[in-house]
């Protein structure tokens, strides 16, 4: 339930989830709590819609964690995040904290320019595809209302880089601009 | 040097271009400092090109001299975990004819944004400029009402883009990066001159990602002619289309959907009046608006910000105009 300072904002997750020949496990967390954790058959491309609601903090940073884990490596295999909306506020899938498991003496026998484009995948250039095994991570801030933004000191970090910190707040009525808002 | 801006198009002789500040990653969480870092390296090199380029038109560019923002910031009032980078020096500078302010920003990490400039601004102000400093706000958590607007009116605060000069006048938002008192305390500067204030449920923020004039007459922009106030009535418009088809991937220079309010194409830098700078990523995402800009034999010369949607910053924003030819 709503109080002053806590809120109950709700999650919607579009992801698709592949792997050729054996099984893989997706976890998800929000602020650390599991929300779900699942293991999916090889073979098949799954499709999966997760809603759920949560209590989020008033002027807190929030992190929703995908940990993609499994027992054999292949190259056909992705966890691929489509949509991520809260509040029905668009969490851009785009903008995401990337940490792969990568061999490392495969790593050591690539080409500069090699380790160039991947590091371009892994950092930004993934549209949100993660086919490494590892942990991918969104954030975004809640707040009652805009009041909340001022000061807060969960996204002093963002506000360092001169980035704008991806608020969601308590009314979806609050936004204003059309690509802010999921449709789906 | 000299400090003289009337307008946003006439020929660039001068400018600020910010950079980068590696030691913020000091002041940055783990998980995310490789990223950052990468980040942070792949701009350093666009930066030094895009001054390369400033300079191939006989711009003189100057960047700032690089502090340790790892600092935390300790006032009375507030404390920080470190100072923002200066790599958007148009967010704390407002210059209208030879003054030149250093605004005061709702960011409390910006507090001392100046000292990065500051050999700029003491040259300038040798070489017979004004120069004023906003009072720095207190950022007093105690004073702050939760029913309180966006940025609270204790004390006068407004983004140097909250602003947009063109010669007369000065339009004016004083929503979402300012409030009433930094707006108050500009009029007061500039008495002589017309301040108009845009409606703030359209323009919000930063006047630069809203809109351009590239010439009297000719203006681009994201919205309706119809949401312009009479100055502009019978002015020419080019449309910015500020929706991406969707949130799709392109390549490695697109990869966000210009949230909050920030339309980057909106954001090129005028050379003078027949030449503006481009981020590279128009080629890829509006073909209209670089096709206008043709029809009004504008010559395109497209710059590498490669990570300007990361950001959130446009050309713009990057860099701050010092002398525009008057």
Redesign the interface.
């Known amino acids: 339930m709503h109080t002053?300072f806590n809120l109950n904002f709700h999650h919607k997750i579009n992801f698709e989830v592949f792997h050729d020949r054996a099984p893989v496990t997706v976890d998800i967390n929000l602020n650390g709590s599991l929300i779900q954790s699942k293991t999916y058959t090889p073979g098949l491309v799954h499709k999966e819609k997760l809603i759920f609601d949560r209590e989020v903090l008033d002027g807190a940073k929030n992190t929703i964690q995908f940990i993609f884990t499994g027992e054999q490596e292949s190259s056909k295999k992705y966890l691929k995040i489509k949509n991520i909306s809260v509040q029905q506020y668009?969490v851009?899938?785009?903008?995401n904290?990337?940490?792969p498991i990568i061999n490392k003496e495969w790593w050591n026998t690539l080409t500069d320019s090699k380790k160039k484009y991947y590091?371009?995948v892994?950092?930004?250039?993934n549209?949100?595809i993660f086919g490494w095994y590892g942990i991918s991570?969104y954030e975004y801030y809640s707040g009652?209302d805009?009041?909340s933004?001022?000061?807060c000191d969960a996204a002093?970090?963002d506000?360092?880089?001169?980035?704008?910190p991806?608020f969601v707040y308590n009314d979806p009525a609050t936004i204003?601009?059309?690509?802010?808002k999921d449709e789906n | 040097m000299k400090i003289r801006i009337k307008n946003n198009y006439e020929q660039l002789h001068s400018c600020m271009l910010g950079d980068v500040d590696f030691s913020?990653l000091g002041?940055?969480?783990k998980?995310?400092r490789?990223?950052?870092k990468?980040?942070l390296e792949q701009t350093q090199e666009d930066l030094n090109n895009y001054k390369t380029q400033l300079e191939s038109y006989g711009v003189d560019v100057y960047r700032p001299k690089i502090l340790d923002?790892s600092k935390p910031v300790v006032t009375p009032y507030?404390e920080?975990?470190?100072?923002?980078?200066p790599?958007?020096p148009s967010?704390s500078f407002f210059i209208n004819n030879n003054t030149i302010i250093e605004t005061a920003s709702?960011?409390?990490?910006?507090v001392f944004i100046g000292m990065y400039w500051r050999d700029v601004t003491r040259q300038a102000f040798s070489n017979g400029a004004n120069w004023l400093n906003m009072p720095p706000p207190l950022?007093a958590?105690n004073e702050?009402d939760?029913?309180?607007?966006?940025?609270?009116n204790f004390d006068p605060i407004i983004d140097g883009p909250c602003m947009y000069l063109h010669d007369d006048i000065i339009l004016l938002s004083e929503q979402g990066a300012a409030n009433q008192l930094g707006t108050e305390w500009m009029r007061r500067q500039f008495k002589d001159q017309t301040l108009i204030e845009l409606n703030p449920?359209i323009f919000k923020g930063h006047l630069d990602s809203h809109l351009n004039i590239l010439r009297p007459g000719l203006i681009v922009t994201w919205h309706s002619p119809d949401d312009f106030p009479e100055y502009f009535k019978n002015w020419e418009f080019i449309k910015v289309e500020?929706?991406?088809p969707k949130?799709?991937?392109i390549?490695?220079k697109i990869?966000?959907?210009?949230?909050?309010?920030?339309v980057l194409l909106c954001n090129s830098l005028s050379v003078n009046q027949d030449t503006i700078l481009v981020e590279t990523t128009a080629k890829y995402n509006n073909n209209t608006f670089l096709k206008e800009l043709e029809k009004h034999k504008m010559n395109i010369e497209f710059v590498k910000f490669e990570?300007e949607h990361?950001?959130?910053?446009g050309l713009t924003?990057i860099t701050l105009p010092l002398h525009r030819e008057d």
């Open positions: 002053n668009k851009n899938v785009m903008k904290y990337y940490t590091k371009d892994i950092y930004i250039n549209n949100g991570e009652i805009k009041a933004r001022y000061l002093a970090e506000r360092l880089l001169t980035m704008t991806r204003t601009l059309p690509w802010d | 913020v002041s940055i969480s998980n995310k490789e990223k950052l990468y980040i923002c507030y920080t975990i470190g100072h923002r980078i790599l958007t967010d709702w960011t409390p990490e910006n950022h958590k702050i939760p029913m309180d607007d966006e940025i609270p449920k500020p929706l991406h949130s799709e991937f390549d490695s990869q966000d959907d210009d949230y909050s309010n920030t990570w990361f950001f959130g910053n924003c």
